[in-house]
T-cell receptor, first 113, second 115 residues
Framework: DQQVKQNSPSLSVQEGRISILNCDYTNSMFDYFLWYKKYPAEGPTFLISISSIKDKNEDGRFTVFLNKSAKHLSLHIVPSQPGDSAVYFCAASIETSGSRLTFGEGTQLTVNP | SAVISQKPSRDICQRGTSLTIQCQVDSQVTMMFWYRQQPGQSLTLIATANQGSEATYESGFVIDKFPISRPNLTFSTLTVSNMSPEDSSIYLC????????????FGPGTRLTVT
């Protein structure tokens, strides 16, 4: 049972444009969401997170939006840069679960110069 | 943030043997975890490494197959026992630092190939 899903395995965007990565979840108990970026041969790097009490969190070029009623979150990268090319993982957690993370399958983002 | 190192970075092992992966964090952390990423798949939590006590395993993972130690706040080991080709994966250690809510920092991973 895949509780966190990223339905797009890949996304290609032109440099300078917006990248939008999507994530859906099924477990309504999830109350904290995170995005990670992963380069080949490296571990995932934490990018940005959002609590379920918010609907938006912004950090520089990265903004995460949360729609609890739709059980959907998205990561916006503006403007996209070639160095953003990586696999992006969405993850979810439950406050009382001891920080255990459930990950989506990942989306390969390619930003073309 | 915490800096996490893992040893070895990769290994090729014969089936039936065991491999121990080490994870070292550069600062004291509250929680440490072990994940597996099978080829083309997402990260799956194996267990939470508890200091001074038995690890807490997720459904589908057992101590006999994946024994874990955490003797102090900055070090943990994961052993993959009696390996088969299905154990070929990237194994990742992560840690949650003090004061952070849910964010975890990951090591670079250990790429294991079982032949």
């Amino acid at each position: 049972d895949q509780q966190v899903k990223q339905n797009s395995p890949s996304l290609s965007v032109q440099e300078g444009r917006i990248s939008i990565l999507n994530c859906d979840y099924t477990n309504s108990m999830f109350d904290y969401f995170l995005w990670y970026k992963k380069y080949p041969a490296e571990g995932p790097t934490f990018l940005i997170s959002i609590s379920s009490i918010k609907d938006k969190n912004e950090d520089g070029r990265f903004t995460v939006f949360l729609n609890k009623s739709a059980k959907h979150l998205s990561l916006h990268i503006v403007p996209s840069q070639p160095g953003d090319s990586a696999v992006y993982f969405c993850a979810a957690s439950i406050e009382t679960s001891g920080s255990r993370l459930t990950f989506g399958e990942g989306t390969q983002l390619t930003v073309n110069p | 943030s915490a800096v996490i190192s893992q040893k070895p970075s990769r290994d090729i092992c014969q089936r039936g043997t065991s491999l121990t992966i080490q994870c070292q964090v550069d600062s004291q952390v509250t929680m440490m975890f072990w994940y597996r990423q099978q080829p083309g798949q997402s990260l799956t939590l194996i267990a939470t490494a508890n200091q001074g006590s038995e690890a807490t395993y997720e459904s589908g993972f057992v101590i006999d197959k994946f024994p874990i130690s955490r003797p102090n706040l900055t070090f943990s080991t994961l052993t993959v026992s009696n390996m088969s080709p299905e154990d070929s994966s990237i194994y990742l250690c992560s840690a949650r630092a003090r004061g952070l809510h849910h964010e975890q920092y990951f090591g670079p991973g250990t790429r294991l190939t079982v032949t």
